[in-house]
């Protein structure tokens, strides 16, 4: 009979046993987490040094052919010139649109890349030197701002 209470007892957990699974998993999550949160990060970082790069090229492509910056950031995906929304970029620089040889960036949905940062295709462009950045405010794993990239 002895052994009978013996083996009713065992069939748990004490206290003392979940509370110290509870703290060892604790101390594994804290280390585990910010390694993933920053593994998202460093993710969506390369998302935007690659999209930032598809649409500068873009642009310098444009420029190459039409002697001119883009009037708006759109034009670099225009089918042909006469989608292209002005006739001078922000310098006076004429834009030839019989000379458009584009879409100079052409993506699945036929839209601009979104900022994976904003999720959406708010870039800051500048028509007067052909600069595009992103328009966030947030800061980057190394320190710099994602707007300065």
């Known amino acids: 009979m002895a052994t009978q209470v013996w083996k009713r007892r065992r069939q748990g957990f004490t206290l003392i046993e979940m509370l110290i699974v ?33 649409i500068r090229d873009a642009i310098e492509r444009f420029e190459a052919n039409m002697a001119a910056w883009p009037p708006a950031l759109t034009d670099i995906m225009a089918a042909d010139g006469s989608a292209i929304s002005a006739d001078f970029d922000g310098n006076g620089g004429s834009v030839d649109r019989a000379a458009y040889d584009g879409p100079y960036l052409v993506t699945g949905d036929g839209n601009l890349p979104k900022d994976p940062f904003t999720g959406a295709a708010d870039w800051t462009y500048d028509n007067t030197t052909g600069a595009v950045h992103s328009s966030t405010t947030l800061t980057a794993l190394d320190g710099s701002r994602y707007a300065d990239w």
């Open 22 to 54: 509870i703290v060892v998993i604790a101390i594994l999550a804290t280390l585990v987490i910010p390694r993933l949160m920053g593994a998202a990060r460093k993710a969506k970082e390369t998302q935007l040094r690659g999209n930032l790069k598809q």
